[in-house]
């Protein structure tokens, strides 16, 4: 049995046992921890995986609190019945803010969230029908099975059980297409949409799921407490549950568990000492815990639950069974427009970084484009894959025009392609990585990953991702983390990604840096042999010895114009291009 799997049969031992055990008190402060590490679970799938900072988690826990004090002291609800339509509320509340703020970049996103979630708390406080800041009261308890949890110790089990099914379902999410692309959130929106993912909608999802785990935070505070007011859903509250989030470790599911239950703990052990040290009235807890995230950010950035992982290694993951096939993509006919460029122009203010340049690459090719740093190839392939739109001229990829379409269209188009500047995710393995490049191929969403009912399509994709990571030479390295990678093998990890997308149209831009000879030798084998199998190839490489040898055709650009075309024979003779790049050597 696995280090984690144990630990987290112990965990789930404690919970059963504790309650128990412990005094009333305790007992009351452990169901705060549960109810608590609910809400902080979805701060950390929005902010430490998703990269989108949040202040306002405290605001839908209120809406969710209120949604069943609300229905079941003046409608007369039954309280089980509120839990769905508290989510439901919060889920159409957040969705509509999410739309509006999460277009925003930068500051200007945490800025927005503490807006609306000031702007909620008052809605709390100055409503007569939710009872003002005095609030409400005489909610009635939860039964279930005809048993009244009224008491501390029968209440904790229900909220440690939703505790439990809230870790299991992030743990689902984040080891499935839904999570790998939340991931690639945080590091921006370039390597999800390349790959497919409407990187927009993905951030809204994220954040509707966050809001609404948060709702069922609140449902359950609302039951426990029998009363509701706006206090425990102000700012500052959800200041304190980033704080959690970030003192835990806020990339990680248990990360946010560990959170919750030091600051509580701390809090209650700070009220009850430093008054007897500094004086009665004394409020200084939160001093103290604002000390302790500083010094958290200076020597633990990633959190204190990184520092328990080194002790409790994963083991190497499980690979999935019953997997599904999926539908290999038809290659072009042999000859037939893979891309047209004609008279492409691409300006950023007075640059022209591409200037009037045309190309074509047909099925079945393999094509160069080659020249000096600054020459514009790289903008020419943001300009082919969505990345950029042009500003003039067309661009048609598999007989589309693409000039206005984003980047997961023309993916889905059969395109797929490596970055100048290598984009992994340094803290995944080689296979979650290399999965990434499937996402189009599924389909499974938000609610089919965290119910794990997308574990067919998973398995396909992992045995896609092992055969691609064998063709780069990675197979015996498909569970390390990538960050553990030279550049090089990095590079190979790139193209093994774009290969699971099963592409018809392959770019690849400098795949060759950090390669040694031998590995240079294996790479141009690998590129002739997707040849053979269909696969028509756009290159950028400088090193030369390896392009003339590999390609059927190529373009040279430089100052982001055309130079030349034509075989590696006729460029290599071209005058202009042997002045401009290759140097009267070659």
């Known amino acids: 049995m696995r280090p984690r799997t144990v630990l987290a049969l112990v965990a789930a031992l404690l919970a059963l046992v504790l309650p128990l055990l412990l005094p009333v008190f ?4 452990l169901t705060n921890i549960a109810i608590t590490s609910i809400t902080v679970i979805g701060l950390v799938l929005l902010t430490g995986i998703s990269g989108l900072t949040s202040f306002g988690q405290a605001a839908f826990m209120g809406v969710g609190a209120y949604t069943t004090a609300v229905l079941t002291t003046q409608y007369g609800w039954n309280p089980w019945l509120t839990l769905p339509a508290g989510m439901a509320l919060t ?6 803010l999410g739309l509006i703020t ?6 200007y996103l945490p800025l927005a969230t503490i807006a609306w979630g000031i702007s909620l708390y008052y809605v709390f406080g100055n409503s007569p029908k939710l009872g003002g800041f005095t609030g409400l009261r005489e909610i009635p308890p939860v039964s279930l099975f005809g048993l009244v949890l009224d008491q501390p110790r029968e209440f904790v089990y229900l909220a440690l059980a939703f505790l439990a099914l809230a870790i299991v ?3 689902f999410l984040l080891s499935s297409r839904f999570g790998r692309a939340m991931r690639a959130l945080r590091s921006g929106t370039v390597v999800a949409e390349a790959f497919g993912a409407n990187t927009f909608t993905l951030r809204v ?9 948060a709702s069922v935070a609140g449902w359950l505070y609302a039951h426990q407490q029998r009363f509701v007011n706006p206090t425990p859903f102000g700012l500052n509250v959800g200041i304190e549950y980033l704080f959690m989030a970030v003192l835990g470790g806020s990339a990680y599911v248990w990360g946010g568990v560990a959170g919750a239950v030091l600051i509580t703990l701390l809090r209650e052990v700070l009220q009850d000492v430093l008054p007897r040290l500094l004086g009665e009235n004394s409020n200084y807890e939160v001093v103290v815990l604002g000390v302790l995230i500083i010094l958290t950010l200076q020597f633990a950035r990633r959190g204190l639950w990184p520092l328990v992982e080194r002790w409790v290694p994963a083991g190497t993951p499980r690979l999935l069974a019953h997997a599904l096939t999926f539908p290999h993509r038809p290659a072009p006919a042999t000859g037939s427009p893979v891309l047209r460029v004609r008279n492409a122009v691409k300006q950023f203010g007075g640059l022209k970084a591409v200037n009037d340049v045309s190309f074509d690459v047909n099925a079945g090719e393999i094509v160069g484009l080659i020249g000096p740093n600054g020459a514009g190839k790289s903008t020419m392939f943001n300009l082919v894959t969505g990345v950029n739109p042009a500003t003039s001229g067309t661009v048609e990829v598999l007989g589309q025009s ?10 889905r188009l059969g395109v797929a392609r490596t970055f100048q500047h290598v984009k992994l995710f340094p803290e995944l393995s080689l296979l979650e990585n290399t999965m990434m490049g499937g996402y189009s191929r599924a389909s499974a969403g938000i609610l089919r990953s965290m119910l794990h009912l997308e574990r067919r399509e998973e398995a396909a994709l992992q045995q896609l991702a092992l055969t691609q990571l064998e063709r780069v030479g990675l197979r015996e390295q498909a569970f390390t983390q990538a960050g553990n990678l030279a550049l090089g093998q990095q590079r190979l990890l790139e193209i ?3 290969l699971v997308a099963d592409p018809s149209f392959l770019l690849l831009d400098e795949p060759a840096a950090g390669l040694r000879f031998g590995e240079k030798q294996d790479l141009s084998a690998l590129l002739k042999k997707l040849r053979g199998e269909g696969v028509t190839i756009l290159i950028v490489e400088h090193d030369m010895d390896l392009v003339m040898n590999l390609v059927d055709r190529l ?7 055309e130079l030349a075309q034509g075989t590696p024979p006729q460029v290599r003779g071209n005058p202009a291009v042997r002045e401009a790049y290759l140097g009267a050597e070659v």
């Not at 305790?26 to 402060?29: A, D, N, P």
């Not at 889920?91 to 509509?96: D, F, L, P, T």
Request: charged fraction near 10%; proline fraction near 2%.
């Open 102 to 107: 999460l277009r925003m970049q930068g500051h």
């Open 26 to 29: 305790q007992v009351t402060l």
């Open 91 to 96: 889920a159409v509340i957040a969705n509509v």
């Open 169 to 171: 379902a992030a743990q």
């Open 205 to 213: 999802q994220v954040f509707v799921l966050s809001a609404v785990m």
């Open 402 to 411: 693409v000039g206005r379409q984003p980047a997961r269209a023309i993916h």
């Open 555 to 561: 373009v040279v650009m430089n100052s982001g114009q």
């Open 496 to 498: 093994a990604r774009a």
